[in-house]
Structures are given as C-alpha cells and as structure tokens.
C-alpha cells in the first residue's frame, strides 16, 4: 500500500501537491514499509556523514548513468539497482539531497523516465531537516532485496535530445536556460566558483530565455509559492500551461529542477528536460550560439 498523501496545507494550490512531502510528514512516515527514502547528493560522499534514518544512497554519477554510452542505464540494469536498495514497483519513493535539491530533483526525473509510479520530493531537503534539529544516522542502511520487474526507459515524453532543442529554436518554442547569468552570456562555463570545464565554447542557445533554477526556491531551499512561480515563468517569461517547453543546464541537473517546478508545481503538460545540455550543445560543431 503506498504511503499517505502529505495534506500539508501550503501544497495544496500546486497543480500535483501529491509530488511534494514536508520534513514533518518524513518524521511521522519514517516507519511505513512501502516507504522509502533516497538521498542523493552533489557531494556523494555526503550521506555517509549522516543520513533520515532507514534512507538509502543514490550516486547520480555511478548508479543512474550507463558507464560506456552517454546514456542513463537500461530497464534491466535500473531493475536491479531498484532490487538492490529494497524498492518494488509499489514502493513509495521520497527523494531529497543538499543543495536546494538539485540532484535529487534530476534522481527523480531519471525514475520517471521509467515510470515508477509513485515518486515524491521533500520541500527543503537535507537542509531543512538539518535545520530542524531532526536525527541524523551514519551507518548505511541495508533493505531486504526486492524483485523489480524490468521496464522500458520512455524518453519521449520528458527527455529532450539535440534534435528536438533545434527544431524548438527554430520553431520560436519555449527554451529555459537555468543556469547562472555569467554562464547565459558565455563569461563562463560552469557556475561561479566552479573549475571552467566541459564545452568548447561559451553562450547560451538561440531564443532561450535565462531563469536561473534557485529563483523558484526560498532562502530555506523550499518552494517558492504559486503565485510567486507564476510571476516568474508566466508572467516574466511568458510561458503557458501549454507551451512545449525545453529546460537545460549544464549536465541536466539543475534543469531537472525547474522541470519539477514547470511539470509539478505549475502543471505544465509539455515540459522536457535536455540533459545534454550545454556540454553537448557548447561542443558541437556548427551549432548556433548566442551570447
């Protein structure tokens, strides 16, 4: 049986309030058996210094990622990744990490491309509960192997490829641009404070509007409201709830965030995330850039 909704009040107005989970509803669920937690981090050394008691660890670089194809893992091996943390395709999954939830955001993403049912985000993440004077474990929890059935990874409707971002720049559609201002205007390649690495060259893709992803977060790393949402991506950017839109960063991870935030929290039904993003788009040859 999955676990309960979260009635938390100051969901309710998103367009799928379902997807998101408070630190208070953690702390009362923490014991359900079709419940579990996935911590996964930028710093994957992170969960060992301390973890939600009962949650488990997700390297978004060694557990999601093909290690030959510039690919994610097929049905079968996400399969046996999911057998081997405890999960069944009924399991509830509640996913959270540092950093304003970057990472866990783009884990999430990854398990939707191959339709887990039932996947959740907890407003805030480590920080918030850390911030809470809430418990912290250290030792690594070990859940009894599961059988998970082996599915189809379905790009289509939520991954966007090189060919799908050009036919949308040509098309005047709705490109996002999540990254820092100075990596938008091609001063740099990665964020500030970060080594200047993975692209050739700087800029950002023709057409594509910049809204860096924490603006949709308050200072606590939650989520801004709905009103607030709306006021940057509708009324600032001019998207709508039907506008076929594409979101990319550097990697795909911070992109992942503002496709929660437009798929999730606004209801937007056309949203795909380009996890190529700028290291492919900033590499390849004759492909247009402005800066």
């Known amino acids: ?11 309710q107005s998103y367009a799928n309030p379902a997807m ?11 014991e359900h058996p079709d419940l579990v937690l996935i911590e996964s981090n930028e710093d994957v050394l992170l969960y060992e210094t301390g973890h939600i008691p009962g949650a488990v660890k997700i390297d978004w670089h060694l557990d999601l990622n093909d290690p030959v194809t510039r690919d994610y893992v097929d049905g079968a091996a996400f399969a046996e990744l999911m057998a081997t943390k405890g999960i069944s395709r009924d399991t509830t999954v509640v996913f959270y990490g540092d950093n304003f939830n970057w990472w866990a955001a783009y884990a999430l993403w990854v398990f939707s491309l191959f339709g887990h049912p039932d996947v959740r985000l907890l407003d805030g993440g480590r920080r918030k509960w850390i911030d809470e004077g809430r418990p912290l474990v250290t030792e690594p929890t070990e859940r009894p192997r599961t059988v998970y059935p082996e599915v ?4 289509a409707p939520i991954r966007a490829f090189r060919e799908d971002v050009m036919g949308s720049m040509e098309s005047g559609g709705g490109l996002v641009d999540v990254r820092s201002p100075e ?7 990665h964020m500030p404070d ?6 050739m060259r700087g800029g950002h893709i023709p057409g594509a509007r910049n809204v860096p992803w924490k603006r949709a977060a308050n200072d606590d790393g939650t989520f801004r409201s709905l009103a607030e949402l709306r006021a940057i991506y509708q009324a600032e950017v001019g998207l709508g709830e039907s506008s076929d839109v594409i979101t990319y960063c550097r990697i795909g991870e911070r992109s992942s965030h503002t496709w929660f ?7 937007f039904e056309r949203v795909r995330n380009y996890d190529g993003s700028w290291t492919e788009w900033g590499n390849l040859v004759r492909a247009p850039i402005e800066r």
């Open 261 to 267: 935030v437009l798929r999730h929290l606004l209801g």
């Open 1 to 11: 049986m999955p676990a309960p909704v979260d009635t938390n009040a100051r969901f």
């Open 152 to 155: 189809e990874r379905r790009d």
């Open 183 to 189: 990596e938008f205007r091609g001063e740099k390649l």
């Open 20 to 30: 998101l989970v408070s630190t208070e509803w953690v702390a009362e669920n923490l």
């Open 194 to 199: 970060y080594p200047q690495e993975g692209a």
